[in-house]
């Protein structure tokens, strides 16, 4: 039912409540509710888990409603084993679209497929009843061994926050709120919700938080949800810097603030830190709400704003319900397989083994349990009940009717099985050996990380084995994040599926006969071995805090700045065409801090099929003051081409997205000077540069301060001429003394102030130099601000 009311009429409804009546509103009713109100006519609202279909669970949402029965389906959750498949894992779900996951789908790089995601998972919850969903969960994926990796995008920000603002604003124009999780910092599932994960404000800003800044300002989500772990040795759903100075005053984020299920530990501390909602219920935990409420360490106001926004919350839901929605999810399949089909990364295709010729008979020995029980998801609260599943083993028979095609498992190769010599033999004479690879099923996923980079139970070996008998070997592979590929020399062809949902089977069999060319590319960067990783020395950190050394060099910035080459890069993907770059413009020779930036460009594609080109834009700054990466995303477009076509391909960077965080000015700067624009194929593929000038004050490396070398005074024009007229001023200097003394300066090792007294006695103070420079501080400040 629809819930008609004024803001004004809101307000009112929580001056009518009484202290526990507010306390229970901001308190989860069960573990899917918020609480309704009788006596106030306010409805509740449902919602469940879900990034990349709708999680129902019939017992959990339409069974019993006690404190026990709901523990203990939590727990069931939590500690889900999906080896036993879905509804040994989750008992009765209903049938949901399993879509692909979050690592496999983002690969597509296709903002209006992400929208589309949307709009079929808001479908699909107003069939259920559902008015929000848990999602998407868009974590910055650290390392590849995290245990929710496959829920989660990329390693870069920019591509992050596109993708789930394009999915966030399918899902809330079709009147189903998203819940954009998990803020901030849950990288790992290493001891999750004890674990503080201490990254410096820098790498916070740039890395970490700006995902979900991107995500707010692009598509505003109903809700947030506030992480398990603790950030900088605060817990996150308690975290009053995170909630409220960054997220509610900085960002002006007006929306809800809900927990992690029981994320909270101090609920009086969370609630003036502004985290509004507290799930599941706890009456413990109500209860000390309550208490604090009574005796004033919650205030009233603060308690009001919280039921005000749950209650906007509410009114915005009920009014976006849509009774008698009939899904069609033959229409939601087809959406899968066009979702994996756009996702699938082609990694190596060695003498162009692919796309095969169906229309040929030939011999296909298909490898790999997966061919026949494929590994669709990963493990968790996100874990989908499919409508169905599409089979690679049948849809590559399908797709070459005239073929022999043979099937053995991994087991099948074992030293001494009955079959192993049959399956050799296959593999021998096959014309083709397509092998299905997985990580291991039910393991890496929710409350657990991987331990390795390897694939599961001895593939890896296999794999080596069998590849050195055929060379004509296809490896596919169903994984949640990067893997090793130690027998990758080996293989002819890769192709990297991730968990690419219910549709995965047929769309990577009609990838494999050419049906539809590949045009994923990686979002992620894939090491050779795991001590490549930026984060490896202090992963996965000890003593409950896990130390983020890398800083701002996460992924593919990092591997550019220790010149180490990855397995594969970021960006990275083939296709069964080749295509051009060209003509490369800028709208404007220069950018300031308020102003926007246009890249243009031609693609053409030079090869023989139609295809789709994932072009990429980077940033390279010349002289930064401060360390930063080599190059950083800032743009991206999928274009389709026939062959022989050209199309002129515009990317708009804006000002902001060039910016870097200066930990001491406290605030975003631009760096002035030169900037050279790079239009790319990935982030190891430069094809295209053009260099433009930016428009900004131009800053000492740091705060100026007694202490500081002269170096530092010296190095930027402005402070050295304030500086040397301080001088000439204070000592009466001529031109030419003022000059000497300033050479004199820049070779010192000593503080400025020690520097000139060696020089000047005590003819100027410490004090005065403090007064002065401190004041050269504040002009430049002024000019950031103006600037800005």
């Not at 339409?62 to 999906?82: H, I, R, W």
């Not at 479908?123 to 999602?135: K, P, S």
Request: contains cysteine; negative net charge; hydrophobic residues 40%.
């Amino acid at each position: 039912m629809a819930w008609n009311i004024s803001d004004k009429e809101l307000g009112a409804l929580v001056d009518q409540m009484t202290p526990e009546e507010k306390v229970t509103l901001v308190t989860g009713s069960g573990l899917w509710r918020t609480a309704a109100n009788y006596r106030l006519n306010i409805p509740e609202l449902l919602m469940t888990d879900g990034t990349y279909g709708v999680r129902y669970s019939i017992e959990q949402i339409d069974g019993p409603q006690d404190s026990d029965s709901q523990l203990a389906a939590f727990l069931s959750v939590v500690n889900a084993d999906l080896s036993r498949g879905v509804e040994g894992a989750f008992g009765s779900t209903r049938p949901a679209t399993c879509f692909p996951n979050g690592s496999s789908f983002a690969c597509s790089w296709d903002v209006d497929l992400a929208h589309a995601l949307g709009e079929a998972l808001a479908d699909e919850c107003q069939a259920f009843g559902v008015n929000l969903l848990l999602g998407p969960g868009i974590n910055i994926r650290r390392t590849p061994l995290a245990g929710r990796s496959y829920e989660y995008y990329s390693e870069d920000p920019v591509l992050t926050g596109e993708i789930a603002a394009a999915v966030i604003n399918g899902m809330q124009k079709n009147g189903v709120g998203a819940s954009l999780k998990h803020f901030a910092c849950n990288n790992s599932e290493v001891q999750r919700t004890t674990m503080s994960s201490v990254v410096e404000e820098r790498a916070l800003r740039e890395i970490y938080l700006a995902g979900f800044e991107r995500a707010i300002r692009k598509s505003n989500p109903w809700t947030v949800m506030s992480s398990y772990n603790r950030l900088n040795d605060v817990q996150a759903a308690e975290n009053h810097w995170l909630l409220t100075q960054v997220l509610r005053d900085e960002w002006g984020y007006d929306g809800v603030v809900v927990s992690d299920w029981h994320g909270i530990k101090d609920r009086v501390a969370s609630m003036n830190a502004g985290n509004d909602l507290d799930m599941p219920e706890s009456a413990a935990r109500r209860q000390e709400l309550l208490e604090a409420v009574g005796d004033g360490r919650v205030s009233t106001t603060v308690l009001d704003l919280s039921c005000l926004r749950i209650l906007k919350l509410i009114r915005t839901a009920r009014n976006g319900a849509r009774r008698n929605v009939a899904v069609d999810f033959k229409k939601h399949h087809a959406l899968a397989q066009r979702m994996a089909l756009e996702s699938i990364v082609l990694l190596k295709n060695e003498g162009n083994l692919l796309p095969l010729d169906g229309s040929k008979p030939r011999k296909i020995a298909v490898v790999g349990a997966a061919a026949r029980e494929p590994v669709i998801q990963g493990s968790g609260c996100a874990t989908t009940r499919p409508t169905e599943v599409d089979i690679p083993l049948d849809e590559i028979r399908r797709l070459a009717p005239g073929s022999t095609v043979t099937f053995n498992s991994a087991s099948d190769f074992a030293a001494g099985a009955a079959i192993e010599q049959a399956a050799l033999a296959d593999v021998d004479a096959a014309d083709v050996v397509l092998f299905f690879g997985n990580t291991e099923v039910g393991y890496d996923g929710e409350g657990s990380d991987r331990t390795d980079l390897n694939l599961h139970d001895g593939q890896d070996d296999l794999i080596n084995r069998l590849s050195k008998r055929n060379r004509r070997f296809v490896a596919i592979l169903a994984t949640p994040d990067a893997v090793a590929m130690p027998w990758v020399d080996q293989t002819a062809a890769v192709l990297a599926m991730f968990f690419g949902g219910q549709g995965a089977g047929r769309a990577v069999a009609e990838l494999l006969f050419g049906v539809h060319n590949p045009c994923g590319k990686l979002t992620v960067t894939f090491p050779v071995r795991l001590e490549d990783t930026p984060g490896f020395l202090t992963y996965p950190g000890e003593n409950n805090r896990h130390v983020y050394s890398e800083g701002i060099h996460v992924g593919y910035r990092s591997y550019d700045k220790r010149k180490l080459a990855p397995l594969f890069p970021f960006g990275f993907g083939l296709s069964y065409t080749t295509f051009d770059y060209s003509n490369v413009e800028t709208d404007a020779a220069s950018i300031t801090a308020t102003s926007n930036l246009k890249v243009s460009f031609d693609v053409t594609n030079t090869g023989a099929r139609a295809g789709k080109e994932i072009v990429q834009v980077y940033a390279r700054p010349h002289n930064p003051r401060l360390i930063r990466p080599i190059r950083e995303l800032k743009g991206f477009a999928k274009v389709e081409l026939q062959p022989g076509e050209t199309r002129r391909v515009d990317i708009t960077i804006e000002a902001r997205d060039l910016r870097y965080y200066d930990n001491d000015y406290r605030t975003w700067l631009l760096d002035a000077g030169k900037l050279t624009i790079e239009v790319a194929a990935s982030s190891r593929d430069i094809r295209l540069e053009r260099s433009i000038d930016v428009e900004a004050p131009a800053l000492p490396s740091s705060i100026l301060t007694v202490e500081s070398q002269p170096s530092t005074v010296l190095e930027q024009e402005y402070a050295r001429k304030r500086f040397g007229l301080f001088l000439k001023e204070q000592l009466d200097l001529d031109e030419e003394e003022t000059d000497k003394l300033l050479e004199y300066c820049g070779g010192s090792f000593l503080g400025i102030y020690n520097t000139v007294a060696w020089v000047a006695g005590d003819k100027i103070s410490k004090d005065v130099m403090a007064a002065f420079l401190d004041g050269l501080n504040k002009e430049m400040g002024r000019a950031i601000g103006k600037a800005a």
